[in-house]
Nanobody, 126 residues
């Protein structure tokens, strides 16, 4: 069974940082097409970041320069370091897997995910 378990969400003030973790089971994270999406209040799911080709990453315009995706293959874990958080980053963040997840991230669409995590909540408020 393919499964993600996310953690690391919480409540922070604007400008602060969080590091999200996502432990995978049933498959390895060193695959093309793995990343993070988020669901912001009143909006559809949107892609945030993804990894492909072992080390390459793609970021949405909203987070580029502030968020960094990485993975530890030995721990089978995906991470996302989120710096300089803003109130508009408030939402639930999900691990996602799908061959064309980076297509989603590049084009700002959300239609190529075949496995979702349960999500972790991030709240940014002063």
């Amino acid at each position: 069974q393919l499964k993600f378990v996310e953690s690391g969400g919480g409540s922070v003030r604007p400008g602060e940082s969080l590091r999200l973790s996502c432990v995978a089971s049933g498959f390895t994270v060193d695959v093309d097409g793995i990343g993070w999406y988020r669901h912001l209040p009143g909006k559809d799911h949107e892609p945030v970041s993804c990894m492909w080709n072992n080390t390459s990453a793609v970021y949405s315009k909203a987070v580029k320069g502030r968020f960094t995706i990485s993975r530890d293959n030995a721990k089978n874990t995906l991470y996302m370091q989120m710096d300089d958080l803003k109130a508009e980053d408030t939402g639930r963040y999900y691990c996602a897997r799908g061959l064309y997840v980076c297509y989603d991230t590049y084009h700002g669409v959300s239609r190529n995910v075949d496995t979702w995590g349960q999500g972790t909540l991030v709240t940014v408020s002063s």
